[in-house]
């Protein structure tokens, strides 16, 4: 987030790049920055003339090149936006040729989604010498809790962590998603509300009590009772709440655990933010792995595993004589519990 102020920044002091190569796995931050260059670097009347937006599946970087080197209409700029740029993957190396004729009243923004440049090719270092370049990398869940929370600071809200992981459990770490669903809860809730789960509950449709968040938590605790409840309605509900995610995401947390095991019996009162770190989960799902590891001994977290993948071979229907989804959940928690 860092490097896109840094960007937005520049932009604002009209120190202006003539290339700006917005590249990587997460769209979030591309879409934003050239969004704010289409909406800022030009006025309205300047657009009409100097603005062209320029799709890379219906281009080449001859075009493209052509295009850049004209010089503007009554403006300072020329702004050229390419969207979907990553299907120019085969003939981006040809984007070299035009330094060694810059024009520097254009600015081209490419925007280069899913893919990176070679660091090692001409290209690159071009680019990165008369330009800029950035790298927008996806976030993992336990990042997404610090990113949500800045993202609500620049609005003036703030969000429980409960909150924050029943967006992650929904709506995965597509950025754009979950600022999408922010968006819309900015819009119903006061400046300086605190989203917490009902919010979400009642303005996004997520389940605060029967959901994966809750069902791990269960688990951890062995509250059998709220286990086999959700349990029930994952089975009724099977279509939002597949076997094999159930299944991925219990497996994910004792693999988890059998990490959290390792790290406390070898480091000893490790600090939380330290453990968090390194087993690469949001701080707020320490108290899950704190109290699972009361529940359930290193050895009971091997076996835990096991069973786990013996519910997989049955979940494909070998050797479980046709058990249905709430069976084959039944018969995992009983055996955890145990």
């Known amino acids: 987030m860092e490097d896109v102020k840094k ?6 002091k009209k120190e202006i790049k003539p290339v700006y190569f917005l590249m990587g796995d997460e769209p979030y931050y591309i879409d934003r920055i050239s969004e704010y260059i289409a909406d800022n670097v030009l006025s309205e009347d300047e657009k009409s003339f100097n603005q062209m937006v320029l799709y890379g599946k219906d281009v080449t970087i001859n075009e493209i090149i052509s295009n850049a080197r004209r010089f503007p209409l009554m403006a300072d700029y020329q702004v050229i936006i390419i969207k979907e740029a990553q299907d120019l993957v085969r003939t981006i190396d040809q984007f070299d040729s035009y330094f060694s004729n810059i024009q520097t009243t254009t600015i081209l923004v490419f925007c280069y989604k899913y893919k990176t440049l070679d660091k090692r090719k001409k290209v690159y270092k071009n680019i990165e010498k008369h330009g800029v370049i950035y790298e927008s990398k996806k976030l993992r869940e ?8 800045k993202l609500l600071a620049t609005k003036k809200y703030a969000i429980e962590p409960k909150a924050v ?17 922010i968006d819309k809860l900015t819009i119903i809730l006061p400046v300086g509300t605190t989203i917490n789960p009902d919010h979400i509950e009642e303005n996004i449709g997520i389940s605060k009590e029967f959901n994966n968040f809750e069902f791990i938590n269960a688990i951890a605790e062995k509250n059998a009772f709220k286990a086999y409840q959700i349990a029930k309605y994952f089975a009724d509900n ?6 094999v995610v159930t299944t991925s995401l219990i497996y994910n947390f004792f693999s988890k655990l059998l990490q959290y095991h390792g790290i406390t019996y070898k480091n000893g009162n490790v600090n939380p933010k330290e453990i968090a770190k390194e087993m690469k989960v949001s701080e707020y799902f320490l108290k ?4 699972g590891a009361k529940n359930y001994p290193m050895k009971k977290c091997s076996e835990s595993v096991n ?9 494909k229907g070998v050797g479980a004589n046709a058990l249905t989804h709430h069976d084959l959940l039944i018969e995992l928690l009983g055996k955890f519990f145990n």
Not at 238 to 243: G, Y
Not at 307 to 315: G, H, I
């Open 288 to 291: 899950d792995y704190s109290l």
């Open 238 to 243: 099977s279509k939002n709440n597949p076997l």
């Open 142 to 149: 336990y990042q997404i809790d610090g990113w949500l929370k």
């Open 307 to 315: 069973l786990l993948r013996d519910m997989d071979v049955k979940s």
């Open 7 to 12: 960007i937005i920044s520049d932009i604002k």
């Open 165 to 181: 992981a029943m967006l992650v459990e929904f709506l995965g770490t597509d950025l754009n998603r979950i600022a999408n669903e």
